[in-house]
């Protein structure tokens, strides 16, 4: 099951072992893809469907300092690069588009202003070019700035189409802006954008909304954390939350939901994919610790349509090709993860 085919939105996917997101800080001043990206990813064109790391959608609102970019012409003509060492390996590749709300910092930013859904810091530091700093407390978004974030994204799917991607990952997961208003951990707010589930849940429908009409929703999908507590994030509901998502999800026909399934940090624990499975009548695509076997298992008895690796194929570019011969897989190296440079990017080797 995970080599067969599968159709995914416009695509036909040869396989069902996708490259999660993974971000690795490689990106040249500029927040400009380069060709040792290009390397990396077209590496890795034998997944079903590779899923890039976090771009930012607008400028000031990096996370990490070497995070790529698709706001601006430059950013566009410099993706066509990856796009294209992908699709010349005959793979296809997804562009995950993202804000990092609250979790951007001055430091990383030029001293651009932190923003989120309400005026709520994330605990701990964070890295920056003068060191280790405190996460600041972000300024809560006006109702009438998010319409300029909408477009953001919806300019940002536009520009990925134009680099020659096959599509976009919305980034709804892991503590970033549009996790921050689907959890009540991070949104306090009083208006239309917080409080009921439909309520948090807006700024996120309307974003699909905008890239859905921008690019053609089968051309885009989600992902969420539900569970995840990465960058202080909790909600008092899990499951009532992938509940509601799942079952309004399907009036968007997305090319599928990216569900992680685990928090990092295991403080939070629930079963969200059998209830997401319920719900949602689409392709489910699970994600976060799963082995081959386990993955093979859970499409077979109709858990998920497709999982996605990530440290699994951060170390082994060949990977679908070790999963059909039984083959062993390199360890990764977790001190190379964000580290400049070929090593620990480039040099993996395949069978």
Known sequence: MLSSSLQLGALTLPNRLLMAPLTRTRASAGHMPNALMAEYYAQRASAGLIITECTMVAPGTSAFGADPGIYDEAQTQAWKQVADAVHAKGGRIFMQIWHAGRAAHPGLNDGAETVSASALAIE??????????????????????????????????????????????????????????????????????????????????????????????????????????????????????????????????LAYLHLMRADFFGLQKADVIPVARQHYKGVLVGNMGYDAEEAQRAIEMGQLDAVAFGTGFLANPDLPQRVAAGAAWNAPDPSTFYTPGAKGYTDYPTL
Do not use: W
Request: charged share 25%; hydrophobic share 40%; aromatic share 8%.
């Open 124 to 253: 701990g530091e964070v890295h920056t070019p003068t060191g280790k700093q405190a996460h600041v407390t972000p300024r809560a978004l006006r109702a009438e700035e998010i319409p300029g974030l909408v477009r953001a994204y919806a300019e940002a799917a536009r520009r990925a189409v134009a680099a020659g991607f096959d599509g976009v990952e919305v980034h709804g997961a892991n503590g970033y802006l549009i996790d921050q208003f689907l959890r009540d951990g991070s949104n306090q707010r009083d208006d239309a954008y917080g409080g009921s589930l439909a309520h948090r849940a807006r700024f996120l429908f309307e974003v699909l909304e905008a890239v859905c009409a921008a690019i053609g929703s089968q051309r885009v999908g989600l992902r969420l954390s539900p569970l995840n507590s990465y960058n202080s994030m909790k909600d008092s509901d899990p499951l009532a939350l992938t509940a509601y998502l799942a079952e309004q999800l399907n009036r968007f026909d």
